[in-house]
């Protein structure tokens, strides 16, 4: 059984900064890839940003330039920098992996983006 969890969100203030992990209980070589996605209330579930296994990054246009992801393979764990956190980017983020024709999901974490 394959586990996600997250761990970092919280309540910032707009302009201000968090960082979010998500520790696998497995070696996160066997992900081809791994990412972040976030659902906002009364949303869809929508992608942030992606690492694949080569260290090529993307990201939604809406987090470009504020959002950063990163590994650390000897930690099996996936980093979400945000900064520059909007109201906007209040949402449940969960983690993702992806191994083959399987996905894997963390169960979320709550970031709420509040004056």
């Known amino acids: 059984q394959v586990q996600l969890v997250e761990s970092g969100g919280g309540l910032v203030q707009p302009g201000g900064s968090l960082r979010l992990s998500c520790s696998t209980s497995?070696?996160?070589?066997?992900?081809?890839?791994m990412g972040w996605y976030r659902q906002a209330p009364g949303k869809q579930r929508e992608w942030v940003a992606t690492?694949?296994?080569?260290?090529?990054?993307n990201y939604a246009d809406s987090v470009k330039g504020r959002f950063t992801i990163s590994r650390d393979n000897a930690k099996n764990t996936v980093w979400l920098q945000m900064n520059s956190l909007k109201p906007e980017d209040t949402a449940v983020y969960y983690c993702?992996?992806?191994?083959?024709?399987?996905?894997?999901w963390g169960q979320g974490t709550q970031v709420t983006v509040s004056s």
């Open positions: 497995r070696s996160i070589f066997n992900f081809n890839a």
């Open positions: 690492i694949t296994s080569g260290d090529s990054t």
């Open positions: 993702w992996g992806g191994s083959g024709l399987s996905s894997y």
